[in-house]
């Protein structure tokens, strides 16, 4: 009986399938993919832009953003110059409304430090009133987004540590006032210590000094300043490894011996590109994870930076470094 079920079963299905593929084989036609024709424009529809065409077009919206990103920061920079201006006068009121103006503009503008500064400055305006409750609101969130968000790297925290201490001694709370200025201190300091660098206003004093050689012997193949060229030898710890991820050839890794191998090879690290990185990205702009210290969206990591003693005095020294670009070639 189940013998009969089954072949039953089988002769349903199978009639089930070869009635199926029947027009394929009737008709060739069938089973040739089917490619849809491009539909052509409707009267007084326009055609659709070629590749050069839309990069034309961000363009355009990239420059009319830019555009209006400048206005609006030129605004912003006006109404905070008048709001002094009224602090200065005694006019506190007046000074107090524009500010919220102010900080309302730098929401939305593209710039993390601006959005605090201003409304730091809202806060000082509040606590020269004596409104403690509202300037400590206000000092309080700009302390704690950029602790949070930034790991402390916008020097406008001291100023937002020394504001809620003058809150705190106003409102009989002096303990609070000595603590919040020594987390204040500490965290500046310990800004890039997870990426191994323990004295952050030490190594922003060597950053800044790389910088410095670093432009000075911006579009050279070798440095050329011997001064400049001096210390940026010093700079570096031998052997010192750089590696380059490009995208179109495997990662290399080269390693300098020593300073007369760096310099020699200085155009194939310090391309024109990476200079301009180092030269305009300022300190207060770096980030770091475990990793090491980015610059610039992370087109160059420090991935390992040493404290070392130089001339008795201590100082850092980049150790490695990674490019995520293509190595230039020889």
Request: charged content about 25%.
């Amino acid at each position: 009986m189940k013998n009969l079920q089954f072949i039953q079963l089988f002769a349903a299905l199978s009639l089930v399938f070869s009635s199926s593929l029947l027009p394929t084989f009737a008709n060739p036609q069938l089973a040739k993919p089917q490619v849809a024709k491009p539909a052509k424009p409707k009267p007084g529809q326009s055609k659709a832009a070629t590749p050069a065409e839309a990069a034309a077009t961000f363009a355009e919206i990239d420059a009319d953003i830019t555009k209006q990103e400048l206005s609006k920061k030129k605004k912003h920079d006006q109404i905070c110059l008048a709001a002094q201006a009224d602090s200065n006068a005694g006019n506190f009121s007046a000074a107090e409304k524009k500010l919220l103006e102010a900080v309302d503009i730098a929401e939305t503008l593209n710039n993390n430090e601006q959005k605090l500064l201003t409304r730091t400055l809202l806060a000082e305006c509040f606590l020269k009133q004596k409104k403690y409750k509202e300037a400590e609101k206000q000092y309080k969130e700009c302390y704690d987004s950029n602790l949070q968000l930034y790991r402390g790297n916008y020097p406008v925290l001291i100023d937002d540590a020394k504001g809620l201490s003058e809150v705190y001694k106003a409102t009989n709370r002096a303990k609070d006032a000595e603590k919040i200025l020594a987390a204040a201190k500490q965290a500046r300091k310990t800004r890039y210590s997870v990426a191994g660098v323990d004295d952050g206003d030490l190594f922003a004093s060597f950053y800044q000094s790389l910088r410095e050689a670093i432009a000075a012997n911006r579009g050279s193949s070798t440095p050329s300043n011997k001064e400049s060229t001096s210390s940026l030898g010093k700079m570096f710890q031998y052997p010192l490894s750089v590696r380059w991820n490009g995208a179109l050839r495997k990662p290399t890794t080269c390693s300098y011996r020593n300073e007369k191998e760096f310099l020699a090879n200085y155009k194939i690290i310090f391309t024109p590109a990476v200079s301009k990185l180092f030269v305009e990205y300022p300190e207060k702009e770096l980030w770091c994870k475990d990793e090491g210290i980015m610059l610039g969206g992370g087109l160059v990591w420090l991935t390992n930076v040493q404290l070392v003693k130089a001339a008795g005095k201590p100082t850092y020294q980049i150790h490695a470094m990674t490019i995520n670009a293509e190595m230039p070639k020889n």
